[in-house]
Structures are given as C-alpha cells and as structure tokens.
C-alpha cells in the first residue's frame, strides 16, 4: 500500500540519511519541506518518488500544502531555538489542520524528559513541543531517543576523544556509562519508526553503551592503539567548572555547552529507561564497529562525513 512520509528540513545530513533509507522501501513516496531543494543531494532529488515543497518555518501556507497528503511527518530541523521551538509548533499546527497521524519531533538525543527546565538549555525546545504535541487532539507525537550520536561523540567538540595524542579524556570515575548511537544506525530506527504505525510516544534505541574504560578497549581493538586516560576531575568539579564558565559569559555558548553535555550524559539522570529491539532487522552499531569503519585520521570529522556518499 502506497504510504507518503513528509520530511521537513529534508536538506539536512541526519534527513538525507533517513530518506536513503525509507527509499529502499518501493511503497513509500516523499514529500520533503526545505528553504533551497537546491541543496539536497541529486540522488534523492531526481527520485520519481521525492517532491518538494519550498518554504520557510513560519511559512503556513506552504507547510499546510506539504502536510496535506502526509501519512506521517518527521521532523528533521537543526537551528536555533526559535526554528527548534515555535518552527516545529508552525509543523505541528499544519499536521494538526491536516489530519496527519504521527509526528516525529525533531528530539534524536538523550532522554530530555528527565531535565528540568534550563539545566540543558539546547533541549527546553524538545520539552516544549513535547508539552505541545500532547494538546492536540489529531496528531501524535512520537519521540525517538538514542542517546548522544556517536560521530559527535569522537569530535573534538565533546573533548573526549584526542585522536593526534591517542587520548581519551573523562571526568568522574570512569564507570559513567556514555549511551550512544551513530547517525546512520539513528536514521535506520527513525525510518523503521516512520513506517510504523504503532509506533507513538517515547521510543528508545541504542547503537551502544559503555563506559570510558570499555570505550579505550574498543579504541585499541580498531586502530591497535592503546590510549592514555586523562581524568579531569569528579562530576561535582565538572558541574562546578561548567557553571562558573556559564556565568562568566553566558552569551558564548560554545565555551560551556560541551562541558554540560559531559555531565548531563553521564550523571545518570538522562539514561534511557529502556532499550527497544522490536526492529531486529536492524543491528545495532557499537563503538568497536563505528570505530573500525573509519580511519583513525578519519574518526575525528565522522560528523562532517554523515550522508556523504548519498
């Protein structure tokens, strides 16, 4: 039976690679939401089965137009918090007005839910249109959780992973398990999600997890290296570090941001509640595996490589 899934902010790495995959599926036809359909690759471009529709996330009109033959709509946006908070509300209002059934929020990250308010702002978005998903009385909201993505994991942003010295970095003991998945592995659950029908609410999936230590061992077995650790202080000095570097300049973002993401992915209050395994054509991706499918010059620009060879 022929199944039509919107893609909103279609041009994204993380959607493209979503796309590849509902592709492989001869039912399934795309209706993909961007600024400039300019920007998506021409594989998926020049499918028969992808139409697009051009607009911006304030544009009613035209995310009315691409909502309307929708079966489900997943939400792929990456920005800023108003494109994160009041753009997705603008996706879900034309869902709504639609009839679209489903709507998979553009969450793709540890368990938000658990958060307070403020505590890691990036994610107050996602807590808010969770809370917003839930008043509407036609659409569903689907939430697919899968921990921090892998690719960013071994980038120089999160400050774990220093591939010229063969070092792993930690704060803590060493024993806080990292919950993690890459962005292929993500986008094979998103897709089996897309195409599931039953599936509304939280949905939780992992490619792996495993503590520093468990991490090092993986790192050897793929490069033949053995890192050096490097403990920077417990998590009550990381919690003191990030806050006081907040504090001092809460404009630059950038300087602060990772070391919260350090704490609030290993302190255990943004664990996943449970692991699915309901897709068992789906194998999850392990940080041995990730690991030595790349290079080892390679490993620090995996997310820079995400959906290069679609």
């Given at each position: 039976m022929a199944y039509t899934v919107g893609i909103a902010g279609i041009t994204g790495k993380f959607a493209c690679c979503v796309v590849s995959n509902l592709l492989k599926q001869p039912e399934v036809s795309i209706r993909g939401f961007c600024r400039d359909p300019t920007k998506l690759p021409?594989?998926?471009?020049s499918s028969p089965r992808v139409h697009l529709t051009k607009g911006e996330a304030g544009d009613k009109s035209a995310l009315n137009a691409f909502a309307k033959t929708s079966d489900v709509v997943v939400c792929c946006y990456l920005g800023?918090?108003?494109l994160m908070n009041d753009g997705q509300k603008h996706l879900i209002d034309a869902c709504e007005a639609q009839g679209v059934r489903r709507y998979l929020a553009s969450d793709y990250s540890l368990d938000f839910t658990k958060l307070e308010y403020g505590q890691l702002a990036s994610k107050d978005?996602?807590?808010?249109?969770?809370?917003?998903?839930?008043?509407?009385?036609?659409?569903r909201g689907v939430h697919v959780l899968i921990g921090v993505f892998m690719d960013t994991f071994?980038?120089?942003?999160?400050?774990?992973?220093?591939?010229?010295?063969?070092?792993?970095?930690?704060w803590g003991t060493g024993e806080e398990i990292w919950e993690s998945t890459s962005y292929a592995n993500a986008a094979e659950f998103v897709a089996a999600v897309t195409l599931d029908e039953n599936a509304v609410g939280i949905q939780n999936f992992l490619g792996d997890r495993k503590n520093i230590f468990q991490i090092a061992e993986a790192f050897e077995k793929a490069f033949g290296k053995k890192p050096t650790l490097e403990n920077k202080g417990t998590l009550?000095?990381?919690?003191?570090?990030?806050l006081e570097v907040q504090a001092k300049d809460p404009r630059n973002i950038y300087a602060y941001i990772a070391l919260f993401y350090n704490y609030y992915c290993t302190?255990?209050?943004?664990?996943?509640?449970?692991?699915?395994?309901?897709?068992?054509?789906?194998?999850?991706?392990?940080?041995?595996?990730?690991?030595k499918a790349r290079t080892l010059k390679q490993l620090p620009g995996s997310s820079q490589l995400v959906g290069s060879n679609i």
């Open positions: 021409e594989s998926i471009r800023n918090e108003k978005p996602m807590k808010h249109v969770k809370e917003y998903l839930e008043k509407q009385k036609v659409v071994v980038s120089p942003f999160f400050g774990v992973v220093n591939v010229k010295e063969a070092k792993l970095s930690y009550d000095e990381l919690k003191k570090t990030m302190n255990g209050q943004t664990y996943l509640s449970f692991i699915s395994n309901k897709y068992p054509h789906i194998k999850p991706e392990t940080f041995e595996a990730f690991m």
